[in-house]
Each structure stands twice: as structure tokens, then as C-alpha cells.
């Protein structure tokens, strides 16, 4: 497609619940990755992709949280038992390569926990 | 740890006037530096990079950024704003790896 495309838009589940999110990146782009945006923000880095391969989780804020990117396109962010304090904006990601490389942007999904 | 300062939560400037939205970041040697630009219940939009070279950079919609590296310093200006710039911006740094870290951006309002 022509660029990132994030869905669901919104998506209000209820404290417990599982949640996924799915992410489809810029065909051809290696690399992906998950941002967290709380209210008032910048995106905080949760997961990095290359091709298929998960090579840093070091922002997932528990083990609630899982992605994944079997094929090395699509990716799906899922979130286990969802807490109040998990409302947010979640943002997809995708480049060329890493580094210096700058980043193409879903519009994100907003996450509301009731 | 590398971080990124944008000291102004919001500035508001009048249409037509001059605009420079300030970043300060923490790393010992240049890092990829970017200005991106996001608008409400959208993502974010590249504005414009400095990699290297020419320290005056040019981005897009009329935005140009300076690095500053004895200030550690790529403060976003334009000479001229539109209605239209109203959004959040967005400095961020990348030291060469995979993450790239933002700061918390700074939110423009523009009065007629």
C-alpha cells in the first residue's frame, strides 16, 4: 500500500480483556516498529522488528504485552488482560532499514481500557 | 542514555509570524537528528533529517532546522507560519541503532 496502515482505529475493551492490533507495514520495508503514545507524548519505543525476526522487546511494559511479524510483513501487537493504565495510542512504524533511517507512521490505534 | 529535551510544551504564535521550536539532546558524539510533525488522530510525519554535511537543513512545507553541535542543539524554524502548522511536533535522535528516541513534543497554536 501506499503507506502504514494500522487497524482497528479505536478500540475500547474491557478491563481483562485480550486486545490485538494489527500493523501493515510499506511493502518492501525491513524494518518495523511498535511505539506506545500516552496523552501529552512522544511515541515510547516498545518493539523492533527485522524482517521477521524480534530483535529488541526492551519496551514492552510486561509480559502482558507480545508481537509479533511471522512473515516479515504484517505484525500484530496483542495485549493479554488489559489494565487501565494501557489506554493509549499505539503507533506502527516502518523503514527502509535501521539507524538513520527515517520512519514511516500508521495513524495509530487509541486504546481505551474501561 | 541518550535523551531529547524540547523545553517548550507549547508555544502560540500569530499567522505570519516567525517560528522556532527548540531541542536539546544528550549523546557524546552527532546523532541522526529529525523533526516530525503530527497533527490530531494521525501519526507522525517526517518533517526533515540531519545526517551530516551542511548544517542548515532543509524539510518540507517551508520548515528548516539548525544543528547546532557546540549547543547540542536542532532547533525546527520557519519565517513564516500558516493556520495550517497547528500540531504537535516532534524532535527525535537516533545514535546509529534501531532506536530512535523522541522528546515529548511541543504543541503549536497559531491565532489569526
Known amino acids: 500500500g501506499a503507506g502504514v496502515s494500522q487497524s482497528p482505529r479505536y478500540k475500547v475493551a474491557k478491563r481483562g480483556q485480550d486486545v490485538a492490533l494489527r500493523c501493515d507495514p510499506i511493502s518492501g520495508h525491513v524494518s518495523l516498529f511498535w511505539y506506545q503514545q500516552a496523552l501529552g507524548q512522544g511515541p515510547e519505543f516498545l518493539t523492533y522488528f527485522q524482517n521477521e525476526a524480534q530483535l529488541d522487546k526492551s519496551g514492552l511494559p510486561s509480559d502482558r504485552f507480545f508481537a509479533e511479524r511471522p512473515e516479515g510483513s504484517v505484525s500484530t501487537l496483542k495485549i493479554q488482560r488489559t489494565q487501565q493504565e494501557d489506554s493509549a495510542v499505539y503507533l506502527c512504524?516502518?523503514?527502509?532499514?535501521?539507524?538513520?533511517?527515517?520512519?514511516?507512521f500508521g495513524d495509530g490505534t487509541r486504546l481505551s481500557i474501561l | 542514555a541518550q535523551s531529547v529535551t524540547q523545553p517548550d510544551i507549547h508555544i502560540t504564535v500569530s499567522e505570519g509570524a516567525s517560528l522556532e521550536l527548540r531541542c536539546n539532546y544528550s549523546y557524546g558524539a552527532t546523532p541522526y537528528l529529525f523533526w516530525y510533525v503530527q497533527s490530531p488522530g494521525q501519526g507522525l510525519q517526517l518533517l526533515l533529517k540531519y545526517f551530516s554535511g551542511d548544517t542548515l537543513v532543509q524539510g518540507i512545507k517551508g520548515f528548516e532546522a539548525e544543528f547546532k553541535r557546540s549547543q547540542s542543539s536542532f532547533n525546527l524554524r520557519k519565517p513564516s507560519v500558516h493556520w495550517s502548522d497547528a500540531a504537535e511536533y516532534f524532535c527525535a535522535v537516533n545514535t546509529g541503532g534501531f532506536k530512535t528516541i523522541f522528546g515529548a513534543g511541543t504543541r503549536l497554536f497559531v491565532k489569526a
Open positions: 512504524a516502518s523503514s527502509l532499514g535501521s539507524g538513520g533511517e527515517p520512519q514511516h
